[in-house]
């Protein structure tokens, strides 16, 4: 059981990290490039989550929401960031 919960806080870890490495990378590389359809597709993202609502208490307002911003670059980095650390475990 113990494996099992370390195994699913890896692969969450892997998923986040990848896409956020990856997408920082595909953005700054995408800026750097002349434009062109290599720079649409660098710069090409799939926003995926829940747009922010509020909950109102009247006395304490709260509000809730995320987004994942993933391009290319972003599943790149899943991948290469399970593989690296498929292959260090």
Known sequence: MRKL?????LAIFIFIAGIL????????????LPEGAVKKVMLYSIKIG??????NLHIITITFG?????????VLGVLILGYVLKWLY
Do not use: M, W
């Open 5 to 9: 919960r370390k195994n699913i806080g």
């Open 21 to 32: 490495i990856g997408t920082l990378i595909g953005d700054l590389f995408g800026l750097l």
């Open 50 to 55: 829940f747009q922010p609502f509020t909950l």
């Open 66 to 74: 995320f987004t994942f911003k993933i391009n290319l670059f972003g």
